[in-house]
């Protein structure tokens, strides 16, 4: 046998050999403190009741509402409305008696206004018109002596501190809901709340061409314009 032939073998035999050996070479395998130690039953169990509790606090400051309650500051806020007819038109004012508005986040969500139709006043209509005013021709004080303004919701408008609100008003015994804006100062304590109202929806007929014909200028406009012009004090919050 040549001498390039038991090379070729001595070569090949060697390789075998060390293909072997790295074959059977033992594995090392980790002992026990190599292992990531397990949570024992107690300690699965407080991580859980700390789970809870989190979840729990979460709950309680989610819920949470900041609530506050204004007091109408009556001689500083006025109610005032014009009503007219095709040459001249009277302003009223009106005060309040019974006064309560909620917040909750700053947002007023309740309310209640009661208003005193025997107090009617004005700068510009007689007595003799006052009384008229007052007469079962239009609000019928003697029967009726107060309307109410009941205030149940209100949200955001794009405008800082302005408030789209949805409310009752009563006037005569009938209800009828409102929407309308309402704008407040930053800490809520000043507020203007306008709107109008069709008068014949709560039984003011007089002098309205809806109900009377050939009235001439003796027409009544069916549109009453309000204005509230509010002061508040904060009298109760959240500590």
């Known amino acids: 046998m ?11 035999l060697s390789l075998v050999v060390v293909a072997w050996c790295g074959m059977n070479q033992s594995v090392t395998t980790p002992s026990v403190n190599e292992f990531p130690s397990q949570p024992s039953q107690w300690e699965m169990l407080d991580d859980q009741d700390t789970l809870e509790e989190i979840n729990d606090d979460v709950s309680v400051s989610a819920n949470l509402e900041w609530s506050v309650e204004l007091a109408l500051h009556t001689t500083n806020s006025i109610l005032e409305w014009e009503w007219r007819r095709p040459l001249y038109g009277y302003n009223w004012t009106v005060p309040f008696i019974i006064w309560d508005l909620i917040l909750e986040d700053w947002v007023p969500v309740s309310g209640l206004f009661v208003i005193n139709l025997n107090a009617i006043e004005s700068e510009n209509a007689s007595d003799r018109v006052i009384d008229h005013l007052k007469s079962d021709d239009f ?3 003697e029967n009726y002596p107060e309307a109410t303004l009941e205030i149940f919701d209100a949200i955001e408008t794009w405008l800082p501190w302005e408030f789209e609100m949805f409310a009752n008003l009563t006037i005569k015994g009938i209800t009828n809901d409102i929407t309308f804006i309402a704008q407040f100062s930053e800490d809520r304590t000043q507020a203007t709340w306008a709107f109008d109202i069709d008068r014949t929806m709560w039984d003011v007929r007089f002098g309205s061409s809806n109900f009377f014909g050939d009235l001439g200028d003796r027409v009544i406009s069916n549109t009453i314009n309000f204005v509230f012009a509010l002061s508040f004090d904060i009298t109760r919050g959240l500590d």
Do not use: E, T
């Not at 040549?2 to 090949?12: M, N, P, Q, R, T």
């Open 2 to 12: 040549s001498k390039s032939k038991i090379l070729s073998i001595v070569v090949v």
């Open 139 to 141: 609000f019928d004080v």
